[in-house]
């Protein structure tokens, strides 16, 4: 289980087939972000990851699910407009 008090390595929250890109980034390795949010990794621990989808190997942040759905549905209905 990853520890909360260091930000783990992407590898620690999913295996590499298990992160997605998002819809709204660019397809040419632009600004992108990447999430577990449709993991089995994420439904076991969770947890969901979010990384830059340039740095793989690197850190991931880790959110509890509920937080982050909480995160995704305040973007939606415009809360940070």
């Keep these: 289980m990853t520890h909360l ?8 929250l999913a295996p590499e087939e ?3 890109k998002s819809s709204y980034s660019s ?9 577990t949010v449709r993991s089995a990794a ?3 621990s ?6 830059d989808s340039k740095k ?3 850190p991931a942040l880790a959110f509890p699910a ?3 759905s909480t995160f995704i549905e305040s973007v ?3 809360v940070f407009d």
């Design 66 to 68: 509920s937080t982050f």
């Design 56 to 58: 793989k190997d690197g």
């Design 46 to 51: 969770g947890l969901v990851g979010v990384r």
């Design 27 to 35: 397809q040419d390795n632009g600004n992108c972000v990447e999430t």
């Design 76 to 78: 939606r209905t415009g």
């Design 5 to 12: 008090n260091h930000y783990p390595a992407s590898t620690d």
């Design 18 to 20: 298990e992160w997605t």
């Design 42 to 44: 994420a439904a076991r």
